[in-house]
Structure formats: structure tokens, C-alpha cells
């Protein structure tokens, strides 16, 4: 059964991944873009606990915890795809491209989220649908 901790590390695998597969030829991430992936996908992986926690209710799983909000993300993680596509196509600059970097980061940040759900749907509880 996942916890805090798996959760945390799961957001992390996906703060630290994520930025590679979606740019592989990009060998410029600086360390502070991966700590501020690394810090996004830890703190959205644990997010759903922190916004509905368990200690107040053992049957915590609302809608934040639901198959729809769950579906809302991914169509959110979804078009932000959509916007990284266009932007890794475009012709790249030396420049730093800042709305790149918040994409991507949007994108962890979503992705580390329905990590969670996904985790938590895998216990005997699972997910509300709504």
C-alpha cells in the first residue's frame, strides 16, 4: 500500500525522468532545473494527501482523490504535451526559453499528481469515481 514516502519518491522519478524523455537531445539541464523538477514532482506526488489528508478522515479519498478529477488532470497534462510538441519542433535558440522551462514544469507537476491517484487506485480503497 503506498504511503507518504512512496508517493514523494514516485513524484520524485517523475521530476527527475520526465525533463529527459520529453527533450533527449537536451544535455543542458542545469542543476537547479532538475532540483526544480525534482522539487515539483515531490511535492504535486504528495499534493492529494496534503490537500485531503488522512489523518482527519481515514476514508480521506474525495474528490481530489476521484477518477474524474484524475481525468480533468490528464487532459490538462495533455495539452500542455500538446504546447512542449510545438515549442521541441520550433528552432531552438541559445537563449533560455522560459516558458519552456514552466511548461515542462506544469507538466511534471500534473504527471506527479495522477502518479498519486494512479498508486492510490491500486489499493483495496481505490478511487471514487466522482
Known sequence: MPNGNT????GLSVG???PLLI???NDT???????AFAATGVSFGALPDVLEPAFRNPNHRGFLHSIVFGLLIYYLAKA???QLKKKNTASKTNEFDWSAFIAVLIFVALIAYMSHL???LLTKKGLPII
Request: charged content about 20%; hydrophobic content about 50%; some cysteine.
Open 16 to 18: 527527475c525522468g520526465l
Open 7 to 10: 508517493h514523494k519518491l514516485v
Open 80 to 82: 500542455v504535451w500538446d
Open 23 to 25: 527533450d533527449p537531445g
Open 118 to 120: 494512479f498508486l492510490d
Open 29 to 35: 539541464h542545469l542543476l537547479e532545473q532538475i532540483v
